[in-house]
């Protein structure tokens, strides 16, 4: 595999990632993770709002995090580095949009993001999966459900 390729084939699996994501397909989300990958979440101000070590306990909670939510995510502006045949380091420019439900549990009407992924991605056998991943958010909004619109 030449580098132009590898370069694709992690863009589509991102490209996946979103899609899965947003059509709550978790089987095929948590096979774009390794078993135990470093997942961090960073608020605008550099707080860290959530971290993982299993793919299992980071799906399981996006799960019930989004049960009845209608989601978007968008990634723009790759900038993708070819390390090694086995392991590629990738930044997104990344957006966000989610509508929860009437009585979502954390009583939110919308959330609305905009950050960066920083990600290591390496080949496991044969599949690019997710060993590392640390999204940064510069832009962080949350709307309550006793919030005005």
């Not at 909670?61 to 086995?86: K, P």
């Amino acid at each position: 595999m030449d580098k132009r390729d590898i370069v694709d084939t992690v863009a589509l699996r991102k490209a996946q990632y979103c899609r899965h994501l947003d059509t709550k397909r978790w089987d095929e989300f948590a096979a774009l993770f390794h078993e135990t990958p470093e997942l961090t979440f960073l608020g605008p101000e550099g707080e860290t709002t959530a971290s993982f070590s299993t793919t299992s306990e980071f799906v399981a909670l996006t799960r019930s995090f989004l049960d009845g939510a209608q989601s978007i995510h968008q990634i723009h502006n790759a900038e993708i580095v070819v390390v090694s045949d086995h392991e590629v380091a990738a930044i997104w420019s990344m957006e966000d949009y989610i509508i929860f439900p009437a009585g979502h549990e954390h009583h939110l009407r919308s959330m609305h993001g905009y950050g960066h992924y920083h990600e290591t991605w390496k080949r496991q056998r044969g599949d690019w999966v997710i060993t590392r991943l640390e999204l940064r958010r510069t832009i962080f909004e949350l709307q309550h459900q006793d919030s005005q619109a």
